[in-house]
């Protein structure tokens, strides 16, 4: 079997970027009678419950910038994020009309009201809004949250029309925590070598993930990895810089394109936080849903998405990432609208400025056309650090 280069990777990436009608996942489901796909929106759900019960946890991460929304305005104000509007044009106009089932995790009221909208448009469909504990102690939030879990694996075994043992949960977390680790060595070679793995080829690389099934994703990773390091790239005079506040509504491919053609190299992001949202391994053994439940509580990443009951605690995340990945800077890049991530905001950025770290802010949208003002603010950020950091 022959090694494919970065390029060709990257190039299968694309096309399953690009391709609104979700081709691979269709083709994943008529390959076998019987089997089942379940849409989730794009921060946390528990996709090792969805991948025991046989099924294929299917990101649906919006319409994107090239998708005209026409019927979703109908259904929401112009005044908040874009994302749900897309989504529901997704499924009005067939391009997610072989999914059986959505999920829409906790991630604010907007996507809240969506989850009923979807009851009320498709009434076929399994649904289900999935709700996170607000207090992370294992006796009130654990027990909760574990029901949640314990409600949403009956719920998908009716689907089914099969048990979900717990062997089938255990083999499903390893198989998780091994992909995992991957996206792990994909983002920390990047902040090794910003240069070998653009961001733009790391992010189609983590969108693939979404769609393809988690273990030929893996696969992806090692191929990807492999296939950069070997591949001579030439370093640039480019700012180490972090990006945070696009863990829901996702930042076009140009916006992503355009931080580092304007001098800055992405260190760290959370636009695809779902792929690293828990951090580290989840217990593979002994009760998997309470193990799961455990890992949110006390494993899972600081976002503007989860509760957080300290304001000590609020930030910290982020300066971690900061030393850990030698970062100069931070981007603070948020949908516009999005209520989440600019509350969020200034309190993140009052622990930037105790330690005199330079940061900007910015809005998109997931349709943002003209990226020529994003490129000059971002490279006058970066020349900035240059100068004066």
Known sequence: MSKRTVKEIVTQCQAIFDDLDFGAARAWKDAHPGRKVIGFMPVYVPREIIHAAGMLPLGILGGGADMEVIHGDAYYQSYICRIPR?????????????????????????????????????????????????????????????????????????????????????????????????VNKVYDYRAEKPWQTPSAEVYLLMRAGMVLPVEEHTLLMKEYLAAAAAEERSMRDNCRVAVTG?????????????????????????????????????????????????????????TAAKYEDSIDVKGAYLLDIIDKRRADGVIFASPSFCD?????????????????IPYITMQYAENSGQMQPIREQAGTFADSIKLWS
Not at 153 to 163: A, H, N, Q, V
Not at 341 to 355: K, N
């Open 86 to 182: 897309s989504t529901i044009e997704l499924a009005i106009t067939g391009k997610i009309d072989f999914v059986d089932g959505m999920m829409f995790p906790s991630i604010c009221d907007v996507i809240r009201n969506l989850s009923g909208i979807w009851q009320l448009l498709f009434k076929d469909k399994y649904v289900r809004y999935f709700d996170t504990p607000q207090n992370f102690k294992d006796d009130v939030g654990g027990v909760f949250f574990a029901n949640e879990l314990r409600e949403l694996k009956e719920g998908l075994e009716k689907l089914g029309g099969r048990r979900i043992s717990d062997e089938d949960l255990n083999h499903s977390i390893a198989v998780y925590n091994e992909n995992r680790r991957w």
């Open 340 to 356: 989440p991530a600019l509350l969020d905001q200034p309190m993140m950025v009052s622990r930037l400025e105790a330690r005199k």
């Open 246 to 302: 696009a863990f829901c509504e996702q930042p076009p491919l140009n916006l992503i394109k355009s931080l580092e053609m304007a001098g800055c190299y992405l260190v760290d992001d959370d636009f695809m936080l779902v792929n690293r949202w828990i951090q580290g391994d989840i217990k593979s053994s002994g009760d998997p849903i309470d193990n799961i439940s455990s890992a949110f509580l006390h494993q899972s990443a600081q």
